[in-house]
C-alpha cells in the first residue's frame, strides 16, 4: 500500500507539472487572473466556484492530516501555504517526503499515523 501511494505521488506530480506547463504554452497564469479580475463575469460559471469550493475543501482535509502528523507549528505553517498556493503538487510531495522517511518494513500505519 505504501509503494501505491508513492507510485500515485510520483503520478499525480508530473501529470500536474505536465497539465501546467501545457495551460501555461497557451496562457501564462498572471495574464489569466489578470483577466479574471478586470472582467470576472468573462471566466465565471457556477461550476468554476463549485470546483474551487470542493479543491480547497480537499486541499484543506489533507492539510490538517498534515498538521496532525506534523509537531512544529512552523512546519504546519509552511505545508498550509505549500497546499494552498501549490495543490496537489504540493500533496504529492509531502506523500513523497513521509515515504521516504520510513523505515524498511514500515506499516501503513506508520505511513498514516503519528508515533510518540
Do not use: C
Not at 508513492?6 to 507539472?17: D, S, T, W, Y
Not at 468573462?42 to 498534515?66: E, H, K, N, R, S
Not at 504529492?92 to 510518540?116: F, K, Q, S
Request: proline share 3%; charged share 10%; no cysteine.
Amino acid at each position: 500500500m505504501i509503494r501505491i501511494a508513492g507510485v500515485f505521488a510520483v503520478i499525480a506530480i508530473a501529470g500536474l507539472i505536465g497539465v501546467s506547463t501545457w495551460a501555461t504554452g497557451h496562457v501564462s497564469i498572471v495574464p489569466a487572473i489578470q483577466d479574471l479580475i478586470a472582467n470576472p463575469s468573462a471566466g465565471y460559471t457556477p461550476w468554476l466556484v463549485a470546483t474551487l469550493f470542493d479543491a480547497y475543501f480537499g486541499f484543506i482535509w489533507f492539510w490538517l492530516w498534515i498538521a496532525y502528523k506534523e509537531t512544529r507549528w512552523s512546519m504546519r505553517l509552511l505545508w498550509l501555504v505549500l497546499v494552498l498556493g501549490l495543490g496537489n503538487i504540493a500533496m504529492g510531495a509531502y506523500m513523497l517526503i513521509r515515504i521516504a522517511r520510513l523505515p524498511r518494513g514500515a506499516t501503513v500505519e506508520d505511513l498514516l499515523l503519528r508515533r510518540a
